[in-house]
């Protein structure tokens, strides 16, 4: 228990100093990973870490779509960029060998390319971290990074396989009964209620059927947790159980991002030469804007789903392992590979933490593209001749929207980035488009139409969404919904018009209702004593 206090000890302070620093908490976590490694402390943070991977990959899948796979803009995009990221990549460190880099004099040119390819990968944890921080795994460039990312984990299941020296068990066969099985499943989890016993059920899903059924066939086990979360999506408590597993899942993923320091300690000669392959990272993430942008992705959308994915995976060490073990690398590699996933993390972190307006600065850069020829959901939205808009569609912005369009008879429209979503809502003669309130382009498309007098924040991040919004200069009333006394006071503080707690609002209209009801003689009256 000393070590594990020690652990805690060293992980939440240096996380602070990150906080303190206005830098994300994972920089000091992962800085805690090499002091924890410099104190030769016990390593049993790398099982806290395999567990949080596990509970990700789970969670990833019941959020899933796997239609996103099929699209073109993930699985060519993937392919192609694998490729100019091993010759490129292979280019660069060759010339680095040329020039003198001590690590990489000597090398063939077959360890030269297997050094590429481990760094041709974006780690499939920190993304979804980033992601779900935004609130935005959800919006078009979200989703399109998971496909991504989702894709890779399949090479890198090929790879492994392929390097292993033997095909899975002939057992693996076994899997086709997942499907069935999970059916079954989804029958006892809808008689589990809403509490600790579905939060049980999801973790046990995620290590059994998932982990431990495709690690004992051959297969990497990760792998199995996606899958078994993928056929469990569609239960409609799916979002719930994502939901209840998020705490559980971040507090497991801090010993991840610990573990990444616990492969060894970096000298100068070896951050030297990570600090080259970070040097490679702008160019791994403009090669995904390329891309993206010429599968009809608007800029601003390939933007951030480049800089999502502008880092190095650790299965990057899962690569240089193998290398280690087949005599192509030294040991001296994976302390190599370990730094620089470490330092991409980092400035990633960096990158990613500036916000969507320098994203749209960018994009206002680039040459303008033809909106006819781009894909559906990223063409203009039209708000017609809406009095009110409600940005973010989930139950408190759908509740106002019914609300303002029942009773008060408004004309209203709702804005969501989520493609199931608007389907859905689409379906029941709502008036709903796609867009991201964080894009300033939706703003001033919205300005224009001179109808919309408020724009509601009914959504996680509204932080973003008033940036834009004050950029653009739109004039009208602004209501921000709030979970947070501290959020309503800083929202009022920055110019909205109408900062709503969703708690107290729900406290409030449980008390009109109830007073309405004894007013009207509808409570108590068949129990009153007589006379």
């Given at each position: 228990?000393?070590v ?10 240096l996380g ?9 908490p ?10 924890i ?7 049993v ?17 019941l ?14 995009t ?10 490129l ?38 993304v ?15 989703r399109v ?29 076994t899997?086709v ?18 509490g ?13 059927p998932?982990?431990a059924?495709?690690s004992?066939?051959g297969?990497?086990g990760?792998?199995g ?6 056929l ?7 979002t ?6 998020f705490?559980i ?18 000298d ?9 392959m ?8 403009g090669w995904?804007?390329v ?17 999502s994915?502008m ?8 690569v240089v392992?193998?290398?280690?073990s087949?005599g ?40 303008a593209?033809?909106?006819?020829k ?12 809406a ?17 303002m ?23 029941k ?11 300033l ?22 932080v973003g ?7 653009s ?17 800083w ?13 107290t ?27």
């Amino acid at each position: 228990m000393t070590v594990v206090a020690l652990y805690l000890m060293i992980t939440f302070g240096l996380g602070g100093v990150a906080l303190a620093l206005r830098l994300p908490p994972l920089v000091g976590f992962l800085a805690a990973g090499f002091v924890i490694n410099a104190l030769h402390l016990d390593k049993v943070l790398e099982v806290v870490a395999g567990l949080g991977v596990t509970l990700l990959l789970f969670a990833i899948g019941l959020k899933l779509d796997v239609r996103i796979l099929l699209r073109r803009e993930v699985w060519l995009t993937t392919s192609v960029h694998l490729v100019i990221s091993v010759v490129l990549g292979s280019i660069a460190l060759w010339l680095a060998a040329v020039v003198g880099v001590s690590m990489l004099s000597g090398q063939s040119v077959r360890t030269i390319v297997l050094l590429a390819f481990a760094l041709s990968f974006s780690s499939t944890v920190f993304v979804v971290k980033v992601l779900e921080e935004r609130g935005e795994s959800h919006a078009l460039y979200g989703r399109v990074a998971i496909g991504v990312l989702v894709m890779q984990d399949i090479v890198a299941v090929v790879f492994l396989t392929a390097t292993s020296g033997h095909l899975p068990s002939v057992w693996a066969l076994t899997l086709v009964a997942l499907w069935p099985i999970t059916r079954a499943l989804r029958k006892i989890w809808g008689q589990l209620g809403h509490g600790e016993m579905q939060s049980l059920f999801g973790i046990v899903m995620a290590f059994v059927p998932g982990y431990a059924w495709f690690s004992v066939v051959g297969l990497k086990g990760d792998l199995g947790a996606l899958v078994v979360g993928v056929l469990l999506a569609s239960h409609p408590a799916a979002t719930e159980l994502a939901r209840s597993l998020f705490h559980i899942k971040e507090l497991l993923l801090v010993g991840f991002f610990v573990s990444i320091g616990l492969t060894g300690l970096p000298d100068l000669p070896t951050v030297g030469v990570a600090v080259l392959m970070v040097a490679l990272l702008p160019f791994k993430a403009g090669w995904y804007v390329v891309l993206l942008a010429m599968m009809k992705l608007r800029y601003r959308t390939a933007i951030l789903a480049g800089l999502s994915l502008m880092n190095y995976s650790e299965f990057g060490l899962i690569v240089v392992s193998v290398g280690v073990s087949v005599g192509l690398l030294t040991q001296a590699w994976l302390v190599e590979i370990s730094i620089a996933v470490a330092l991409s993390f980092v400035v990633s972190a960096l990158v990613n933490g500036r916000g969507h307006l320098m994203v749209e600065k960018i994009a206002a850069r680039l040459p303008a593209q033809d909106e006819t020829k781009l894909q559906p959901e990223e063409r203009p939205a039209d708000a017609g001749d809406a009095e009110v808009v409600v940005i973010g569609m989930g139950r408190v912005g759908f509740a106002a929207y019914q609300r303002m369009t029942e009773h008060y008879g408004l004309k209203v429209l709702g804005v969501d980035y989520d493609g199931p979503r608007i389907a859905r809502l689409s379906a029941k003669g709502v008036h709903i488009v796609e867009g991201d309130a964080t894009d300033l382009d939706f703003w001033n498309r919205l300005r224009r139409s001179d109808s919309v007098r408020v724009a509601v924040l009914a959504m996680p991040r509204n932080v973003g969404a008033l940036e834009s919004l004050r950029e653009s200069g739109f004039s009208g009333e602004v209501a921000a919904v709030l979970r947070y006394e501290d959020e309503v006071a800083w929202a009022k503080d920055h110019g909205v018009d109408i900062a709503f707690n969703v708690y107290t609002g729900a406290g409030l209209e449980l008390a009109d209702q109830i007073s309405g009801d004894i007013a009207r003689g509808s409570i108590g009256s068949d129990n009153a004593s007589p006379g």
